[in-house]
């Protein structure tokens, strides 16, 4: 089985503007996760979203908002991108989100100048 | 809300031998996950291992086994015959069971080295 894929893997974005970031999943699977990574902060959950519906948020400003479609892809959009942004952007997929394993792809590193 | 605690920011190996990487979580929950993962210069996280917190044997994958002390709330990482490959970051993450849908709470991380 193909693994988790995440487009793109790099971007570079000036101050207030917005991105949309693309994860596809592993066939099969139905949730998708979503997580902010920095040396600060560390692993940060955004969202997580299982059949379009997004069943858990984390502490993000609205301007953090994600959807997802019939066929389990997902996307995360940051509008008015902040310098705090720059991060490395990771999704996860797995079974239905109750504890089964989550897989990560390669992750999207965003940059803001 | 779930806390993990890593308290070694990082450790350092000879190959071939043993390491225990710790991780304490702090949960009200009776019902929960716990998970290892790897994350290798690469960024590619990997997961190590997964542990049902219902399930009293330890959870063991070929080199990699943990040692999960529920009533302490401890869940460490053993890896034995340790190997050039494993050096990476390695995280301990805590998943509730329930309404904490797709939600893994991460520790801060312990980066490993293993030297030849």
């Known amino acids: 089985k193909a693994g988790v894929t995440q487009t793109p893997r790099y971007l570079i974005k000036t101050r207030g503007q917005q991105v949309t970031l693309s994860c596809s999943p592993i066939?099969?699977?139905?949730?998708v996760s979503w997580y902010q990574q920095t040396p600060g902060q560390g692993l940060q959950f955004l969202f997580e979203?299982?059949?379009?519906?997004?069943?858990n948020k984390g502490n993000f400003p609205g301007r953090f908002s994600g959807r997802q479609f019939s066929n389990s892809r997902s996307e995360m959009n940051v509008s008015t991108l902040e310098l705090g942004d720059s991060a490395l952007y990771l999704c996860?997929?797995?079974?239905?989100?109750?504890?089964?394993?989550?897989?990560f792809g390669p992750g999207t590193r965003l940059t803001v100048t | 809300a779930q806390t993990v605690t890593q308290s070694q920011p990082e450790m350092s190996v000879q190959e071939a031998e043993t390491v225990t990487l710790s991780c304490t979580y702090d949960?009200?929950?009776?019902?929960?996950?716990l998970f290892w993962y790897k994350q290798p210069p690469s960024r590619q996280m990997i997961l190590v291992i997964r542990?049902?917190?219902?399930?009293?044997q330890n959870a063991t994958e070929n080199r990699f086994s943990v040692n999960f002390q529920k009533a302490a709330k401890s869940f460490s990482l053993k890896i034995s015959d340790s190997q050039l490959g494993d050096t990476a970051m390695y995280f301990c993450?805590?998943?509730?069971?329930?309404?904490?849908?797709?939600?893994?709470?991460f520790g801060q991380g312990t980066i490993l080295t293993v030297h030849p």
């Open positions: 996860a997929s797995s079974l239905d989100g109750s504890g089964y394993e989550q897989y």
């Open positions: 066939s099969g699977h139905r949730s």
């Open positions: 993450a805590f998943m509730g069971r329930g309404t904490s849908y797709g939600k893994l709470t």
């Open positions: 949960t009200s929950e009776n019902n929960y996950y």
């Open positions: 979203y299982f059949s379009e519906t997004q069943r």
């Open positions: 542990q049902e917190a219902y399930k009293q």
